[in-house]
């Protein structure tokens, strides 16, 4: 079958609806069609919704010949991940014990979406409890990388990043908990951003146990993934700014982007953090990356912080990590996820086994420090932004890892690293100050997997930032598709 719409990018059919050279119904169509043919190789959607969609799009297709545009998605189809309350739709984080959690509502980021004018297509597979690096658990089928499906795509937002790759859809919306958006992205070859922390509203972003009405959040925010930085952008535009479903979400005065060269901008960056240096196929591509930005004349500096910032700033994660996963449980329930936990994601990770401990007993005064400890880093943080404009480094030690057993050793380049290890140092960090960073892909390995590297900015940056990225990632091949698809 020919397919004209297929890895066109949600900008290009937006343009296409908007100009009446295509209808939202034809575009979404083929869409469907190719998921159905195709989503079984990779399990990337984990439901479609198939009559929905073409009636939306039919929807948009009589507003747009009236001249009656929603927004800038106005026609394009979209993912969203499974986690997202969509109003009647199944949200289960793949765990058995919340499999007939149904969205009561839109969660406020899927609102906005909508009200953008995008036709949702389905919901994308993630992993049991949003907890890994790969897309496994008790409901849906194990998700695959398209590049090689014996490799993992990435976690949690891995069957959106999948099916980004595999063109099933040109824009994701997943979440940024721990590189929930930077992993898949990275390891599937994509762009992806997770915003300042506190910048997106977080009501209808998890399904509740029965009996909860809330979950306390830190950390984590809804973020875009898209084949090209236009569309991560666009779509960031429209989830982002407050709602009066959560107090929390300010009201920014975002500072439009400076449009300057290259050589007017200050950047440190790195390929090993203490104790954690990349692989050689990362550090080679993030090191080609920084000769071009300096035969462009950047002033490039190869700088970390001082003061063992950046392990402060994982042992910070840790301390806040059980607050979100476990608030409002019994003791026997936390007991039972930190054993879990030790077990897998954790396993052969020790030194943050009594930063766990502690933090799991949730008491209030605990909670306060590292709130406090939380205010402390975040502005160590913003400090060592003041001498850069953003920061250059590795989104893991190096491409995807084949799918394993939770908790099992990795090995790259003959080096044996810990489960933890091959992607956490990385990513947590950020997480953990809220400082903003957006992933870019820098073609793919000699194993013809995909390298990405983030870029790192201070507090409320993303106009800059992305304004940025998008001049480095034209010093770069960009997003290549996977070979052996239509």
Not at 95 to 115: N, S, Y
Not at 155 to 171: R, V
Not at 224 to 236: M, S
Not at 391 to 419: D, H, M, N, Q
Request: proline share 7%; aromatic share 10%.
């Amino acid at each position: 079958m020919m397919y004209s719409f297929i890895y066109k990018s949600a900008t290009e059919l937006a343009t296409l609806i908007r100009e009446q050279k295509a209808s939202s119904e034809e575009i979404v169509k083929e869409h469907l069609d190719y998921i159905k043919s195709t989503n079984n190789k990779f399990n990337a959607l984990i439901s479609i919704f198939e009559e929905e969609a073409l009636e939306t799009a039919k929807t948009r297709d009589i507003e747009a010949k009236n001249g009656q545009f929603l927004g800038p998605l106005h026609g394009v189809p979209v993912t969203i991940k499974e986690q997202f309350w969509i109003k009647g739709k199944s949200s289960t984080a793949n765990f058995k014990m919340l499999k007939d959690f149904i969205g009561p509502e839109d969660a406020v980021v899927v609102q906005r979406i909508k009200a953008s004018g995008a036709v949702i297509l389905g919901q994308t597979n993630v992993p049991q409890n949003l907890l890994d690096f790969q897309v496994w658990g008790d409901l849906y089928p194990e998700g695959k990388n398209p590049y090689n499906s014996d490799h993992t795509p990435g976690g949690s937002t891995g069957g959106g990043a999948a099916a980004l790759a595999a063109g099933f859809t040109p824009l994701e919306l997943g979440t940024d908990f721990g590189g929930s958006v930077r992993i898949p992205a990275s390891f599937c070859g994509l762009y992806g951003l997770k915003p300042t922390d506190k910048t997106v509203p977080l009501h209808g972003n998890l399904p509740l146990p029965k009996g909860a009405n809330t979950f306390l959040i830190h950390m984590a925010q809804a973020g875009p993934l898209g084949r090209n930085l236009e569309d991560v952008e666009t779509l960031w535009k429209v989830i982002k700014g407050p709602h009066e479903s959560d107090r929390n979400i300010p009201q920014i005065d975002w500072k439009e982007p400076v449009d300057k060269p290259l050589s007017e901008f200050k950047i440190a960056w790195t390929d090993a953090w203490p104790g954690y240096e990349a692989s050689n196929e990362v550090s080679s591509k993030l090191k080609e990356l920084i000769d071009k930005l300096d035969a462009e004349g950047t002033k490039t500096h190869k700088q970390t912080p001082s003061d063992n910032l950046h392990e402060d700033s994982l042992k910070l994660f840790m301390s806040l990590f059980p607050y979100v996963i476990s608030n409002g449980t019994p003791w026997f329930v936390r007991a039972i996820i930190k054993f879990q936990l030790k077990k897998g994601l954790l396993k052969g990770s020790p030194r943050y086994w009594e930063v766990l401990n502690k933090a799991f007993k949730l008491h209030i005064n605990h909670y306060a420090e590292v709130m406090l400890t939380k205010s402390q880093i975040t502005q160590k943080w913003e400090e060592y932004f003041r001498e850069y404009d953003f920061l250059i480094c590795p989104v893991s030690f190096g491409p995807a890892y084949k799918r394993c057993k939770l908790g099992s050793k990795l090995t790259y380049e003959g080096k044996e690293l810990k489960y933890l290890d091959y992607v956490f140092p990385y990513l947590a960090c950020f997480n953990a100050s809220g400082n903003p960073a957006v992933t870019i892909p820098l073609g793919l390995s000699k194993e013809g997997l995909p390298v990405g590297v983030q870029i790192v900015g201070p507090h409320w940056s993303e106009p800059q930032l992305l304004a940025f990225a998008k001049k480095v990632a034209a010093l770069t091949p960009g997003f290549v598709r996977p070979e052996g698809l239509l």
